[in-house]
């Protein structure tokens, strides 16, 4: 698993350093738009630490796009279909939060995203990660408490749960099992 976190690491960071070229942004105005110091942007960029989501979702935001659409475009190559060996696995080194993209690169406006969080783990994204988008939560297995600005919804095995208008949230899987949960992303 190391070997294929350090290559989806380094993937990750080509396209951010990739995304940032096209702009003609130095590393510093990244950063200032970001709010992620420009140092650690350039380990990202050179693959030599594996971002946490909350800094990926951040740098997405800067590029105006999602955390989903930042990762599909390191990783994914194009076409009508995606086997499941080939669908990129990425995992949050601060909570073990594994994240898997199953959609095809394709235009339709629409990804979907398969997410184990470990029982007890916590991921927060800040309201600006959902500025583009309208997403839906499926809880496949365990139980996860999704807190949307401040109103928390307790999901159940079986649940679906549209989001409302984009706000601060936090993935809570508060056990005994982890949270595993599809996530349906409409861009807008």
């Known amino acids: 698993m190391d ?6 690491s380094s993937t990750i960071g080509r396209r951010i350093r990739t995304e940032r070229v096209a702009r003609s942004w130095s590393l510093a105005e990244l950063a200032e738009r970001s709010d992620v110091s420009k140092a650690m942007l350039s380990t990202i960029e050179r693959g030599m630490t594996s971002p946490t989501a909350a800094l990926l979702v951040r740098i997405a935001a800067a590029f105006g796009m999602t955390l989903s659409t930042l990762i599909a475009r390191a990783e994914l190559q194009g076409g009508g279909l995606l086997r499941e060996g080939d669908q990129p696995l990425w995992r949050d080194p601060a909570t073990g939060y594994v994240r898997r993209h199953l959609s ?8 979907l995203i398969r997410v184990q969080l470990p029982a007890g783990a916590k991921v927060s994204f800040p309201a600006a990660s959902y500025a ?3 997403q839906q939560i499926w809880l496949i297995s365990g139980r996860l408490e999704f807190t ?4 928390v919804h307790k999901l159940e095995t079986g ?5 409302g208008a984009p706000s601060d949230c936090v993935f809570h899987a508060p056990g005994p099992d982890a949270a595993d949960y599809l996530v349906a992303l409409a861009r807008r």
């Not at 070997?3 to 989806?8: E, L, Q, S």
């Not at 095809?104 to 406006?109: E, F, H, Q, R």
């Not at 649940?159 to 989001?163: E, N, S, T, Y």
């Open 3 to 8: 070997d294929i976190a350090n290559d989806v």
């Open 132 to 134: 583009f988008i309208r």
């Open 148 to 151: 949307e600005g401040d109103i």
């Open 159 to 163: 649940d679906c749960l549209a989001l």
């Open 104 to 111: 095809p690169v394709s235009d339709m406006p629409l990804e």
